[in-house]
Each structure stands twice: as C-alpha cells, then as structure tokens.
C-alpha cells in the first residue's frame, strides 16, 4: 500500500457542488499538505497543518477548506466548485527532511 | 512567490551526465534546497537535497554555490527513465518548520 493515499484518482463534478478530495497516510508523519498543480506550472501550497489541532493557510486557500479528522487523515473541500479549480491536487506528509506525496486527484469542474 | 530560478527545459544524451541549473539569489542562511522530479503527472519525487555541502546520493549529487545564490543537479548517467520536470525548491520556514515553495521547474528530455 502506498504511504499516502489519495481519492479518488479522478473526479468530474459540476459547477456549484461541493466536493471533498481525501487523503491519508500511513507514515504516522504530524505535518500534512495539500498542493495544486496547474498544466505547466508547479506546485501551488493551499492548506497545511502541523497537527491536529494546527491548520494554516497556504498561498491559494480562497474557495478550499480543510478538515484534519485524524493524524493520518486530511481532506480538502471545495464548497462551491468552480471551472477554474479545474486542477490536479496533491498531498504530502513530512518529519524532518523528508517530504512523501501521494499520487494525485486529478479534479474537472465543468 | 518560488524563490527558485530555472531553465524551462533541457535535452540530455542517454547516458550522459545531466546538469540541472537553479538560481535561488534570495535564499537565507538556514533555507535548505531541495529537488523533486515529477514524471508525467505522477506525485513529486524526492532527489536531494542540501544547506551548504555538496552531497551526493544514489540518484544525484547536488553542488551548492559557496555564496549559496544558485546550485546545480547532477544526474551522472542519464536515462530514458530520467525523462522529467525537474524542480529546484527553496524550503522556507514557517514557525520551527518548513515549506516547499515550488517553482516552474525544468523538463529534461533525454533522448538516445
């Protein structure tokens, strides 16, 4: 089984729903992330958190919320979908140096 | 914003070394570099990485600027399996832990 686990793989969903992207670990890491990642373009941070009860802001939070249920589980929520979220999201964990993604939800909002 | 520079893309021959560009001029003295490759749409794999030293391991070695304002990736023998975007990350430090800010990353082709 792969250290952090994303799902779905893929999902289409229409303008306006709302949508929930999970991810869990296995790594029993305490910091976890989630990245957006635009055609061409690199990883973008939206949320991250330290521990349970730590949640940040990342650089692109506006229309995603989080949820930590659990050490080894984060999710991403998307309220109110919109076309433009219409991206490939990551997941990471990390201790110390190391950094583990996951291998990706590719979402389309049409 | 990324605090990395790279070249948009590269070619390599097949088995030949790779040498991967990164300028990273705004670094501070505790950020560390580290490099990720991504092949296709796959999650970012992790290379190395760095402070100050050279280092070296299985996949690359990674040679730092004295001045720690660029470094350069070596892949000592490319091959088609190497074929990815690169990426060149400064870790920032939020609090007592760090950040991966990603950049644009280099697409290396190694062709045969």
């Known amino acids: 089984d792969a250290d952090v686990t994303q799902t779905p793989r893929n999902r289409i969903t229409k303008t306006g729903k709302r949508i929930m992207l999970e991810c869990s670990q296995t790594?029993?890491?305490?910091?976890m992330y989630w990245y957006r990642q635009d055609p061409g373009l690199g990883l973008r941070l939206i949320y991250y958190?330290?521990?349970?009860?730590?949640?940040n802001k990342g650089e692109i939070s506006d229309g995603y919320s989080v949820s930590r249920q659990a050490q080894a589980k984060f999710s991403l929520s998307l309220e109110s979908a919109i076309p433009n979220q219409t991206a490939l999201y990551f997941c990471?964990?990390?201790?110390?140096?190391?950094?583990?993604f996951g291998s990706g939800t590719r979402l389309t909002v049409v | 914003d990324a605090k990395t520079t790279q070249p948009p893309s590269m070619d390599c021959a097949e088995g030949r070394a790779a040498n991967l560009p990164c300028n990273h001029s705004?670094?501070?003295?505790?950020?560390?570099v580290y490099w990720y490759r991504q092949i296709h749409s796959q999650g970012p794999q992790y290379i190395i990485h760095?402070?100050?030293n050279n280092e070296t391991n299985e996949m690359a070695s990674l040679i730092i600027t004295e001045d720690r304002k660029s470094s350069t990736l070596i892949l000592p023998h490319a091959t088609l399996r190497d074929t990815a975007v690169y990426y060149c990350?400064?870790?920032?430090?939020?609090?007592?832990?760090?950040?991966?800010?990603f950049g644009q990353g280099t697409t290396l082709q190694v062709k045969p």
């Open positions: 760095g402070l100050k």
């Open positions: 990350i400064v870790r920032v430090w939020v609090g007592n832990t760090g950040k991966l800010i």
């Open positions: 705004t670094i501070s003295g505790n950020e560390y």
């Open positions: 990471a964990t990390s201790e110390g140096f190391g950094y583990t």
């Open positions: 958190s330290f521990d349970v009860k730590d949640i």
């Open positions: 790594k029993g890491h305490d910091r």
